[in-house]
């Protein structure tokens, strides 16, 4: 199967002369091919950050302008991401994937989150939801990876250490 082929031009090369090399000016990058929906018509996303993990999983609307995104607490609990996050901060966080590559409200998508607190989970959810944007559709990808949302914040809390009151701090120290 032959990917989708993209032309990436380099801003750094505009000022210098095109006749000097052309190739240098432009790079070639081969997308890969859609991947397919699985089964039952879903592509997934997994997100993680910190302790927070969110699977995502979304499809074309069935209604055009009626897709959205839904965070789900139970089996038959959905709730809004409004409803959900209550910092305005979170619920941009959550949806930035959406406004980038312009499907909001194009897409039904439906996010299982657990773990971590909420800022760690509307950053997950983001990841996971980047993710499957670029198995729905890898034209996306350019885009998401600019705004850096396809690259995985590994930073984690780091452990206690005996002898110690936490990770860095040392207990107070007296000399009599």
Do not use: C
């Not at 305005?88 to 996010?111: M, Y």
């Not at 509307?122 to 034209?139: E, K, M, S, T």
């Not at 850096?148 to 107070?172: H, M, N, S």
């Amino acid at each position: 199967m032959a990917g989708y082929e993209t032309t990436i031009t380099n801003p750094d090369m505009a000022g210098d002369s095109v006749a000097a090399a052309p190739e240098a000016e432009q790079q070639t990058r081969v997308l890969p091919d859609p991947k397919p929906a699985d089964k039952h018509g879903w592509w997934w996303g997994v997100g993680r950050r910190k302790t927070a993990v969110a699977r995502v999983r979304l499809r074309p609307a069935k209604d055009s302008g009626n897709g959205g995104l839904k965070v789900q607490i139970s089996r038959k609990q959905l709730k809004t991401v409004e409803e959900y996050f209550s910092e305005p901060r979170d619920q941009k966080d959550a949806v930035a994937p959406l406004k980038i590559t312009d499907t909001e409200g194009k897409l039904d998508i439906f996010v299982r989150v657990h773990g971590g607190g909420y800022m760690g989970q509307a950053q997950a959810i983001r990841l996971g939801l980047a993710r499957a944007l670029v198995n729905y559709d890898p034209n996306f990808e350019p885009d998401l990876r600019d705004a850096g949302f396809l690259t995985r914040d590994a930073r984690k809390v780091e452990r206690k250490k005996y002898g110690q009151p936490g990770a860095r701090a040392r207990f107070q120290f007296s000399k009599r």
